[in-house]
């Protein structure tokens, strides 16, 4: 056992360290900074950047473009990453369907669609929850029916998150009612431009527009578009829900906002003195920050476990259930912070104007942010059914 | 020993449950809140003609005689239908301070205009700095022959949109922290030198950045005694402790049951959610985290009433009680109601962002268990 950086590892890290530094485009930066929202482009045009350098699909096999990194280097990569504050990588493509298509894909399809999510040309969402099929996902009824070498979609989808941005849309459709629901799951790939297809906004508490409902009537979808064999859908789903739940806990982005509220005990007044001088305060910041630590070293084992030819499996889910209470708990001692100033409610054109905002500069975003991340416990596979999946899949109950 | 309403009570409570399942369904609340005022100037006249406006008052002053308990029944109301009519910082805050320390001419000039609705003040007690504790004030009061002048920056002041006058903190005399050398001083909001920033918060109440520049006031805008405002603004500011966790448990009932029903009619995996016993064991903790927190409101309220020697302690236990509670059936509510939870059409997430700034205002958890330990 060996858990320090090694020399090499060390000058990878001045490397990335430096390379973000020349890189990082200045208006993104002042907008990550002040806690304005960035727009798609700014997104794209960052991605692209990582993109170019090769330094996008950094967990593909190196021949579809990955880089070959060790589970170290990767880790260092993403904190160095978080570290600069820049913009979360949307993993639609490169987390997600990327991964289903070069291990589920035919030659064909992985020509096709991977050179454009690595080179970021093409955004995509996700098609997984309906109206009526959350946390039991395998009930899903947006149905494809074969005719000829089509599908005919017809249904819905709902929380796709950043569906209004995408070119694409990966989803979970019925292709068969018959049998054990699981059973007649499909995974299709659909252009989000075919007619039929409209996106509806869904704002929520935080009064920001992040997820939508997707309708279907009649697309028609090439059946080339489908991954896998007709049916194999639900076995991908579970492939990738392993997937992000590894990526969800967003932990390096959490140790750099524990960092960041620390700063700000130093320096937001407190009667005479400042925040740093509230010992309840900050009993209650030192338990997160050592729940970060055990969340990042259990993290780390399951990468290296990874790394050693493993599969992120069903101990996934406890990565999923650490780094979201962690990120719920810190978004809700932010508001404490606070006091009175986590109130006011500032819109998007409030948070763009040079006017002086209410309160201190970080305010803006911290009440938003808690009420957002509420969303954290439900999506991704509800906490509860992580709950499940450890009882059944882990413990053998 | 009785914990029963009076007739009275009882009758007002349902005056305002009516109103509420009549007048003020979800939509219209949102209609109003997305409004310029953020609240129905009409149905505040209505409140006027409940005779909720005058309720909390002496009679010699043109009030109904109503004490800590009928503040506990109105505002427990209000919350279970996420009223958005400022009550707190008008009758209970300012109209509260008016009828203390007034004087005759003070109590004319604005307490019937209270009463009838037709005006509306705000109480600034708040600064950047002190974040709950109501003795840190450095907004200044400098003497100036027969006149004050203040310098100085209060914070987050509710109903500051809408309030005709403002009541303001400031430090005649002392140190920053000092409990003695506190006044209070009645201001029309068009006077030279003050100025407000207005903003919605996110519970849909308003509030506003208030700004004193060299305002010069004359010696009758001081209300109460030079210096010894200080007992009369924690009086007042722990009236408004009770009403606003009254109002918070009533929240609580409701996010209760809208969750109950809404467990009950969501379906996955072939049941009801509310067959799955991992959830009804977290149902039935918010259910007796509200009940065990509504016994702690009754003590207090009597307490209060009684003007008995432990009540300042009684109010810390509350809002420390309720901060808790507040967390727990907020946070769980919308987990229960999953993706819908967090959506803007349904309620249950509006009344969440209400019951959240509740923990805050007038102290959190934390700053009520310090002053519980030190009381």
């Known amino acids: ?397 | 020993m009785d914990f029963l309403l009076s007739d009275e009570q009882k009758q007002l409570q349902d005056l305002i449950q009516q109103f509420i399942q009549k007048d003020y369904p979800f939509d219209v609340r949102e209609k109003l809140v997305k409004s310029e005022d953020g609240f129905s100037k009409e149905f505040w006249k209505t409140f006027s003609t409940f005779g909720l406006l005058a309720m909390p008052f002496p009679e010699e002053d043109g009030g109904y005689n109503g004490g800590p308990v009928d503040i506990m029944v109105i505002l427990e109301a209000f919350g279970t239908g996420l009223i958005v009519e400022p009550y707190i910082p008008n009758i209970v805050l300012s109209g509260n301070l008016i009828s203390r320390l007034g004087t005759q001419d003070q109590k004319d000039t604005i307490l019937p205009n209270l009463f009838s609705g037709d005006m509306h003040l705000a109480f600034a007690f708040a600064e950047p700095q002190s974040r709950f504790d109501l003795n840190d004030v450095t907004t200044s009061a400098e003497k100036d022959g027969d006149n004050f002048k203040l310098n100085g920056y209060k914070s987050v002041v509710m109903n500051g949109p809408a309030a005709d006058k403002l009541i303001i903190s400031a430090r005649t005399s002392g140190n920053q922290m000092d409990k003695s050398g506190i006044s209070l001083f009645v201001v029309d909001r068009s006077v030279s030198g003050v100025s407000l920033r207005d903003y919605s918060n996110v519970d849909g109440s308003k509030a506003s950045e208030l700004t004193l520049e060299n305002v010069v006031l004359s010696k009758d805008a001081i209300l109460g005694e030079e210096g010894n405002a200080f007992s009369s603004i924690e009086y007042v500011v722990n009236l408004a402790t009770l009403a606003i966790s009254a109002e918070a448990i009533g929240i609580m009932q409701k996010m209760n049951e809208l969750t109950l029903e809404y467990t009950k009619t969501r379906e996955q995996f072939g049941q009801a959610l509310s067959q799955f016993q991992a959830l009804q064991h977290r149902m039935v903790d918010t259910f007796m985290v509200h009940e065990q927190t509504k016994s702690l409101l009754l003590m207090a309220a009597t307490k209060l009433n009684d003007q008995a020697e432990d009540a300042v302690k009684s109010i810390s236990a509350l809002k420390y009680q309720v901060g808790n509670a507040a967390k727990l059936i907020g946070e769980e509510s919308i987990q229960l109601h999953g993706g819908m939870g967090v959506t803007e059409e349904m309620s249950i997430g509006h009344y969440f962002k209400r019951l959240t700034t509740i923990r805050t205002i007038f102290g959190n958890s934390d700053y009520h268990l310090k002053k519980y330990s030190s009381l």
Not at chain 1, 229 to 248: D, P, Q, S, V
Not at chain 1, 322 to 341: K, N
Request: glycine share 8%; aromatic share 10%.
């Open chain 1, 1 to 397: 056992m060996n858990l320090s950086f090694s020399e090499e590892d060390l000058k990878f890290q001045q490397e990335v360290r430096s390379f973000i530094k020349e890189s990082y485009p200045s208006d993104i930066k002042e907008k990550m900074d002040k806690g304005i929202p960035t727009t798609k482009e700014d997104i794209v045009t960052w991605q692209k950047i990582l993109s170019e350098k090769g330094w996008f699909a950094i967990n593909w096999p190196e021949e579809h473009g990955g880089t070959g990194w060790s589970v170290t280097q990767k880790f260092i990569f993403q904190n160095e990453l978080a570290e600069a504050n820049t913009p979360n990588i949307v993993p639609f493509g490169v987390s997600m369907c990327g991964p289903v298509i070069y291990t589920f894909g035919n030659e064909e399809q992985k020509e096709r669609f991977l050179p454009d999510i690595r080179d970021n040309n093409v955004w995509w969402c996700q098609g997984y929850s309906e109206p009526g099929s959350g946390s039991d996902l395998a009930s899903l009824k947006t149905k494809a029916e074969k005719k000829g070498n089509k599908y005919i979609v017809n249904g819905s989808k709902t929380w796709t998150t950043l569906a209004q941005n995408a070119d694409w849309i990966f989803c979970l459709v019925r292709t068969d009612s018959s049998g054990v629901k699981q059973q007649g799951i499909s995974f299709l790939l659909i252009d989000m431009k075919t007619p039929g297809v409209e996106v509806q906004p869904i704002i929520t508490i935080d009064g920001s527009h992040e997820v939508n409902s997707v309708f279907f009537d009649n697309v028609e979808v090439p059946a080339e578009n489908l991954i896998g064999e007709e049916g194999a859908g639900w076995n991908i789903a579970k492939f990738l829900l392993a997937h992000e739940r590894t990526g969800i806990g967003g932990i390096p982005h959490l140790k750099r906002e524990i960092r960041r509220l620390r700063d700000i005990t130093e320096e937001l007044p407190l009667n005479e003195g400042f925040l740093k001088d509230d010992s309840l305060f900050m009993d209650k910041l030192n338990k997160i920050e050592i729940d970060l630590v055990s969340a990042e070293y259990t993290e780390l084992r399951t990468l290296a476990a990874m790394s050693a030819g493993g599969h992120p499996g069903p101990e996934s889910s406890i990565l999923k259930i650490g780094g979201t209470d962690i990120q719920q708990s810190l978004s809700e001692l932010f508001v404490e912070a606070l006091g009175y100033y986590a109130h006011p409610f500032m819109s998007e054109s409030d948070l763009l104007s040079n006017e002086k905002r209410i309160g201190p500069d970080f305010a803006a975003t911290v009440m938003p942010h808690y009420l957002n991340y509420r969303k954290v416990s439900i999506y991704g596979g509800s906490n509860e059914v992580q709950r499940n999946v450890i009882a059944k899949a882990v413990l053998g109950l």
